[in-house]
C-alpha cells in the first residue's frame, strides 16, 4: 500500500522535543527520563525523517551515522492510528538510502517492527557477528 499524498517526509528535519515525546507515548514506550536540553542534543546528532500530515508530526526515525563505515537505525516511530499505511515503510526507505555506502547498517527491533525491517534485508542472525544490548537499569 502507498503513502497517502497526505503525507510529506523532511529528510535531515528535526523534530519537536514535545512531538518526540507524544510519538513516543501514542507507541507505548513512554520516557526517556532526560531533561530537555539533553535530549535535544542526541536527537540533533542524528539524521532525522520526519512524516508530517496537515502540519503534524505522524512518524519519525533517526540515523546515527559515523559518515564512513557505519549507521545505526533509531526510533522508528509512526502514530497507531496511521501505522500499516506505508509512513514507517517511507520512512526506513529514506534512513537506508541515506546510509547506503555504510557497511554495516543496523538496528534494534520490536516484534511489531520486526517484519518491516525483514523485508528491507535486516537479519536477525548473521554467521560473522552477533548483536549484544546493555540496557541501563
Known amino acids: 500500500m502507498g503513502v497517502?499524498?497526505?503525507?510529506?517526509?523532511e529528510e535531515g528535519a528535526s523534530?519537536?522535543?514535545a512531538d518526540y515525546r507524544r510519538l513516543r507515548s501514542e507507541v507505548g514506550w513512554g520516557g526517556?527520563?532526560?531533561e530537555d536540553a539533553e535530549l535535544a542534543a542526541a536527537l540533533e546528532r542524528t539524521w532525522n525523517?520526519?512524516?508530517r500530515r496537515s502540519g503534524e508530526v505522524v512518524g519519525f526515525g533517526r540515523l546515527l551515522d559515523d559518515g564512513a563505515l557505519y549507521a545505526s537505525i533509531w526510533d522508528m516511530l509512526v502514530?497507531?492510528?496511521l501505522q500499516r499505511r506505508g509512513i514507517g515503510n517511507e520512512i526506513?526507505?529514506?534512513?537506508?538510502?541515506?546510509?547506503?555506502?555504510r557497511s554495516l547498517t543496523v538496528l534494534v527491533a520490536t516484534p511489531k517492527g520486526r517484519p518491516l525491517y525483514e523485508r528491507h534485508g535486516f537479519v536477525a542472525g548473521d554467521p560473522r557477528a552477533s548483536a549484544l544490548l546493555r540496557r541501563r537499569t
Open 49 to 51: 525523517v520526519v512524516a
Open 4 to 9: 497517502s499524498t497526505e503525507v510529506s517526509f
Open 79 to 81: 502514530s497507531p492510528l
Open 15 to 17: 523534530i519537536p522535543l
Open 92 to 101: 526506513l526507505t529514506r534512513l537506508i538510502a541515506h546510509a547506503a555506502t
Open 32 to 34: 526517556p527520563s532526560l
